[in-house]
């Protein structure tokens, strides 16, 4: 898995680093087959502070891209809602993936 934690506006610390990458671990336990994952964490030039810090996050998996994004006050509350959003759509993508037809048991012939 190739992970790119990248900042705009702001210098993405160890601790953001480790904190998203903490929180990650969650979605490649749902799902194994993420080929790539990119987080941006962005900080808005607004006047008001409501919403200010944005993260966002593109995750690639086998035929597909998954995305989503938060803003918040918060950088780390941004970070908590997007991996709670992110981990609806891997297992949301994931129950579409699997087989759901089961085989029609044979019947057996009566002489």
Avoid at 23 to 31: E, G, S, T, W, Y
Avoid at 52 to 61: F, G, L, N, S, W
């Amino acid at each position: 898995m190739n992970l790119t934690i990248s900042g705009h506006h702001l210098e993405v610390t160890p601790a953001l680093r480790s904190y998203a990458t903490s929180k990650l671990d969650r979605i490649v336990r749902h799902f194994d087959q993420v080929v790539d994952v990119k987080v941006l964490l962005t900080v808005e030039k607004q006047k008001e502070k409501e919403g200010r810090q944005r993260a966002e996050c593109t995750i690639h998996v086998k035929g597909s891209d998954i995305f989503a994004e938060s803003s918040d006050a918060d950088l780390y509350a941004a970070i908590d809602e997007l991996m709670d959003k992110l981990d609806r759509q891997v297992v949301r993508y994931k129950d579409r993936k699997q087989d759901h037809h089961h085989e029609t048991p044979k019947r057996e012939v009566q002489t």
